[in-house]
Structure formats: structure tokens, C-alpha cells
T-cell receptor, first 112, second 116 residues
Framework: GDSVTQMEGPVTLSEEAFLTINCTYT??????LFWYVQYPGEGLQLLLK?????DKGSNKGFEATYRKETTSFHLEKGSVQVSDSAVYFC???????????FGTGTRLQVFP | DAGVIQSPRHEVTEMGQEVTLRCKPI?????LFWYRQTMMRGLELLIY????????DSGMPEDRFSAKMPNASFSTLKIQPSEPRDSAVYFC??????????????FGAGTRLSVL
């Protein structure tokens, strides 16, 4: 079945460091890809999405590019802030369903 | 817009008791999802509804769990009887999606359930 694999956390960075969180997927057809973020004590919220190959999603300085050839959707940010500390979830939906399939989440900790 | 509203935010109960979690989706959204989040199993989809009709309940753990959506603005997730292993954060999410489309899901703040 469809699945999402994320890198294990936690990822610990100093403020202004470069961030990459790896995400790869397995899916039939042409899924849509998402990154959701969960701040402490809150529900998940959409960070960015991409619906077809080579699309780049971006928001709040975060970017991810839908790479069909490598089945990847890695999250990047050039300069992280303490306020970016959260858990980041990669997810996909297949073409014939509205179900979101989530990765296990990657905790990011940014220190001043 | 108030977003997805879940109640209660925290619930502490004893094993064997009935627990009811509530969700009010965003007005105009026609899909509603219930998730469970634990450290061991991560985020799991329990059930989802489209236009108040259950579409996929394959994630519901067992007969102790039931979910209803009597109208477009309200859903419940009930656990009877509750067990300690049901302790988790339960999220409700809604989406303006029709089946087969790719719209965004909007999550509530969750209900943290502790079964003693």
C-alpha cells in the first residue's frame, strides 16, 4: 500500500542554520504531497503542498519540491528560527481517496 | 472562522467508563476525519465521513469504538468501555473535499484522553 518514510528525529539545530528533513514515498498513481507542522499542544496545520511532479510548495521560508524520479519531497529552510521548533509530518493522498497517509513525524528543535 | 472545535480538550476517566469526544467541523466542509496520535503508533486515521456518511472505518480499532455524524456540523467518537491503552490524543479534521479531490484538511486542537 501507499506509505511515507521520514527521517528519524529529533533534528537539533542552532538558529539560522540550514534545515533539511527527508521524506520519501511509495504510491500508486500520482499522489499529492504535503508537509504539515504541529506546534506543542496544537493540532496539525498545513505548511505546504504540491500536487504534481516538479511542483515546488513554499510557505514561511520553507520549500519542498515534488520529485517523481526519486519519489521524494524533502523539506528545506535556509535559516531556521527558534519559533520553527515543532514536529513536521510528511503526508500524501492518493488519486482516488481523501485519506491522508502520514509519516511518523520529525521533531525539530532550534536553539538560540 | 473559528476553525475545527473539539471538546473536551482534556479527559481523564477510569477504565470501563464510557468516553464521548465531540467535534464541530468548519462550516461548509463536507468531509470529517477522526485521528488518534500516540508515541508508539504515530498518527492513525480511525474513520472518515463524507456528507455525514461514513466512507472508511477500517482504522477503528475494535467494536468498543464508534463514531457518528448526525448532521453536517457535529460528530462524536465514543469509546465504551474505555481501556488504558486508549490513552492518546484524538484529533478531528475537516475538509471541503469531495471524494477523489485533494483538498486540505484542517485540524482541531485535539482531545487528550487519559484512561486510568
Amino acid at each position: 500500500g501507499d506509505s511515507v518514510t521520514q527521517m528519524e528525529g529529533p533534528v537539533t539545530l542552532s538558529e539560522e542554520a540550514f534545515l533539511t528533513i527527508n521524506c520519501t514515498y511509495t504510491a500508486t498513481g500520482y499522489p499529492s504531497l504535503f508537509w504539515y507542522v504541529q506546534y506543542p499542544g496544537e493540532g496539525l496545520q498545513l505548511l505546504l503542498k504540491a500536487t504534481k511532479a516538479d511542483d515546488k510548495g513554499s510557505n514561511k521560508g520553507f520549500e519542498a519540491t515534488y520529485r517523481k524520479e526519486t519519489t521524494s519531497f524533502h523539506l528545506e529552510k535556509g535559516s531556521v528560527q527558534v519559533s520553527d521548533s515543532a514536529v513536521y509530518f510528511c503526508a500524501l493522498t492518493s488519486y482516488n481517496t481523501d485519506k491522508l497517509i502520514f509519516g511518523t513525524g520529525t521533531r525539530l528543535q532550534v536553539f538560540p | 472562522d473559528a476553525g475545527v472545535i473539539q471538546s473536551p480538550r482534556h479527559e481523564v476517566t477510569e477504565m470501563g467508563q464510557e468516553v464521548t469526544l465531540r467535534c464541530k467541523p468548519i462550516s461548509g466542509h463536507n468531509s470529517l476525519f477522526w485521528y488518534r496520535q500516540t508515541m508508539m503508533r504515530g498518527l492513525e486515521l480511525l474513520i472518515y465521513f463524507n456528507n455525514n456518511v461514513p466512507i472508511d472505518d477500517s482504522g477503528m480499532p475494535e467494536d468498543r469504538f464508534s463514531a457518528k455524524m448526525p448532521n453536517a456540523s457535529f460528530s462524536t467518537l465514543k469509546i465504551q468501555p474505555s481501556e488504558p491503552r486508549d490513552s492518546a490524543v484524538y484529533f478531528c479534521a475537516s475538509s471541503p473535499a469531495k471524494i477523489g479531490t485533494k483538498n486540505i484538511q484542517y485540524f482541531g486542537a485535539g482531545t487528550r484522553l487519559s484512561v486510568l
